[in-house]
């Protein structure tokens, strides 16, 4: 961490004087994502190894911003050692939005609209920005070509069909992925394609999106993106709302380009199947052969849209050997016990004032934690601290200094340890914890930020933190 400490100092000519890890955020990339923070600044620093991915990214993202596209703003670099800091977007993901404010595939009008704001972004990065990027820099390839597509459909085969044990003709299996890949070149692919456009890459602050992990962009169609977005597993969009937002993206899009609508969903499809495949490839590669466990929970998301693709869709081409391994995977016993498995545990986390209600429970479960914060210092009581939160660095580092709260947060994690462990013992998806205060916008929001923090280094535990007084202030009000 030395070399991010190093740049934060260099950039904001002051000390970093926190290093957080950002666990969530380190998917199956390798890389290394940490939080710096000191007299007031922060910046989120990278540390990965891959020189061409990290120049891809640096020099991406400076090209967007330069079109005023949403993304971070690159402060510094040291390439030599793979580290470099870019703007903090905060902690909302739009996947955990989405989550906050959904029940089962009722979906609230705010997230809604969230998407239709992204969706309505995407063509400016495929169209508007890509006309003039430089597709040298691209990694590993420059297009979505030949070579692209043969990659992902053998990561699906080897690491997804072959690890689950499922059964296939492997010559038949190559015919149609040769068909496949002739057909999906069949679309115009002179566009840039983001690659990794999904719900867990896009940050919302003040209500608007920020994007992120576009490093392994390059040539490509535009199904591919909007594929990616409406059929990202875990965010399982109802498929009314998936195509409402396809029309959304078709309007926007029409705005860029002569869009042959007919033309588009021809391969629209197409490219939707080898997103999926391309997922279930990642899927197997981390869960099986890593044994990373976790992404296998994503595998019967996957394959519910896989399902709903056989009952509502007919390709135009014939790919008889790849759709019987689709079906066939349903009947593998691995792959139903992982259907059967029980999906990870979800902390929902609220600071609150004890003036208003506390949080509902909108799971329905009941029980959980809630914790008085009022025999803490309170630093609302003192005038420089009044307009702050909980979230600002120097309530935070006053807090930290404050030895009851250092043992009150001990006392905390060691209550909500035990309970996260039982629950997951017992196969329970979710666990309610709330922290209240007097006003709930110092002790309770520090608290409940500490906790997050705590648990976002445990495996199999999904954290959602909302403040509801700073929601009603219009601040940010969610974390992942």
């Given at each position: 961490?030395?070399?991010?400490?190093?740049?934060?100092?260099?950039?904001?000519?002051?000390?970093?004087e926190?290093?957080?890890?950002?666990?969530?955020?380190?998917?199956?990339?390798?890389?290394?994502?940490?939080?710096?923070?000191?007299?007031?600044?922060?910046?989120?620093?990278?540390?990965?190894?891959?020189?061409?991915?990290?120049?891809?990214?640096?020099e991406?993202?400076?090209?967007?911003?330069?079109?005023?596209?949403?993304?971070?703003e690159?402060?510094?670099?040291?390439?030599?050692?793979?580290?470099y800091?870019?703007?903090?977007?905060?902690?909302?993901?739009?996947?955990?939005?989405?989550?906050?404010?959904?029940?089962?595939?009722?979906?609230?009008p705010?997230?809604?609209?969230?998407?239709?704001?992204?969706?309505?972004?995407?063509?400016?990065?495929?169209?508007?920005?890509?006309?003039?990027?430089?597709?040298?820099?691209?990694?590993?390839r420059?297009?979505?070509?030949?070579?692209?597509i043969?990659?992902?459909?053998?990561?699906?085969?080897?690491?997804?069909?072959?690890?689950?044990?499922?059964?296939?003709?492997?010559?038949?299996?190559?015919?149609d992925?040769?068909?496949?890949?002739?057909?999906?070149?069949?679309?115009?692919?002179?566009?840039?394609?983001?690659?990794?456009f999904?719900?867990?890459?896009?940050?919302?602050?003040?209500?608007?999106?920020?994007?992120?992990?576009?490093?392994?962009?390059?040539?490509?169609?535009?199904?591919?993106?909007?594929?990616?977005?409406?059929?990202?597993?875990k965010?399982?969009?109802?498929?009314?709302?998936?195509?409402?937002?396809?029309?959304?993206?078709?309007?926007?899009?029409?705005?860029?380009?002569?869009?042959?609508?007919?033309?588009?969903?021809?391969?629209?499809?197409?490219?939707?199947?080898?997103?999926?495949?391309?997922?279930?490839?990642?899927?197997?590669?981390?869960?099986?052969?890593?044994?990373?466990?976790h992404?296998?929970?994503?595998?019967p998301?996957?394959?519910?849209?896989?399902?709903?693709?056989?009952?509502?869709?007919?390709?135009?081409?014939?790919?008889?050997a790849l759709?019987?391994a689709?079906?066939?995977?349903?009947?593998?016993?691995?792959?139903?016990?992982?259907a059967r498995?029980?999906?990870?545990?979800k902390?929902?986390?609220?600071s609150?004032?004890?003036?208003?209600?506390?949080?509902?429970?909108?799971?329905?479960?009941?029980?959980?934690?809630?914790?008085?914060a009022?025999?803490?210092?309170?630093?609302?009581?003192q005038?420089?601290?009044?307009?702050?939160?909980?979230?600002?660095?120097?309530?935070?580092?006053?807090?930290?200094?404050?030895?009851?709260?250092?043992?009150?947060?001990?006392?905390?994690?060691s209550?909500?340890?035990?309970?996260?462990?039982?629950?997951?013992?017992?196969?329970?998806?979710?666990?309610?914890v709330?922290f209240?205060?007097?006003g709930?916008?110092h002790?309770?929001?520090?608290?409940?930020?500490?906790l997050?923090?705590?648990?976002?280094?445990?495996?199999?535990?999904?954290?959602?933190?909302?403040?509801?007084?700073?929601?009603?202030?219009?601040?940010?009000?969610?974390?992942?």
């Open positions: 961490m030395d070399v991010l400490k190093r740049l934060f100092e260099q950039h904001f000519r002051r000390s970093a926190r290093v957080l890890p950002l666990q969530g955020q380190l998917g199956g990339s390798g890389r290394v994502i940490v939080r710096l923070a000191g007299g007031g600044q922060s910046a989120i620093g990278i540390l990965y190894s891959v020189r061409e991915e990290n120049t891809a990214f640096l991406f993202s400076r090209h967007f911003r330069r079109h005023g596209l949403p993304v971070p690159i402060y510094v670099e040291d390439l030599r050692q793979g580290a800091l870019e703007e903090d977007l905060g902690d909302t993901t739009l996947f955990e939005f989405l989550s906050a404010h959904r029940a089962g595939e009722a979906i609230a705010e997230a809604i609209e969230a998407y239709r704001n992204v969706v309505a972004v995407l063509p400016r990065f495929q169209v508007e920005a890509g006309r003039d990027l430089n597709y040298k820099v691209c990694y590993p420059s297009s979505f070509d030949r070579q692209s043969a990659w992902d459909l053998n990561y699906f085969k080897y690491y997804f069909l072959r690890l689950a044990g499922v059964p296939f003709n492997e010559q038949a299996l190559e015919l992925f040769s068909r496949l890949t002739k057909f999906l070149l069949g679309a115009d692919h002179d566009y840039f394609l983001y690659r990794d999904q719900s867990r890459n896009v940050m919302l602050r003040s209500g608007q999106p920020f994007f992120l992990d576009y490093q392994g962009g390059r040539k490509g169609a535009l199904q591919y993106d909007i594929a990616s977005l409406l059929y990202d597993g965010a399982d969009l109802p498929p009314n709302l998936r195509l409402s937002l396809l029309r959304n993206y078709l309007d926007c899009l029409a705005g860029y380009i002569d869009l042959d609508r007919d033309a588009f969903m021809e391969h629209y499809y197409a490219y939707v199947y080898v997103r999926i495949l391309q997922a279930l490839g990642a899927y197997g590669f981390r869960g099986f052969y890593e044994r990373k466990v992404f296998l929970q994503s595998v998301y996957a394959l519910k849209n896989l399902r709903w693709l056989a009952a509502n869709v007919r390709l135009p081409i014939a790919l008889p759709l019987e689709l079906d066939a995977i349903g009947s593998s016993e691995r792959i139903k016990g992982l498995a029980p999906a990870g545990l902390v929902r986390i609220f609150f004032s004890f003036h208003n209600p506390m949080p509902p429970d909108e799971t329905g479960h009941g029980g959980g934690f809630v914790f008085d009022r025999s803490l210092p309170n630093p609302g009581r005038e420089q601290f009044r307009s702050l939160t909980g979230k600002d660095e120097a309530v935070i580092e006053y807090l930290d200094r404050q030895e009851n709260v250092g043992q009150f947060l001990s006392h905390v994690f209550l909500v340890d035990a309970s996260v462990a039982n629950y997951q013992e017992r196969g329970f998806s979710s666990l309610m709330a209240g205060c007097t709930g916008q002790r309770s929001v520090y608290l409940a930020e500490h997050a923090e705590h648990l976002r280094d445990k495996n199999h535990v999904e954290v959602v933190v909302r403040h509801m007084e700073l929601e009603k202030l219009g601040e940010s009000g969610e974390s992942a």
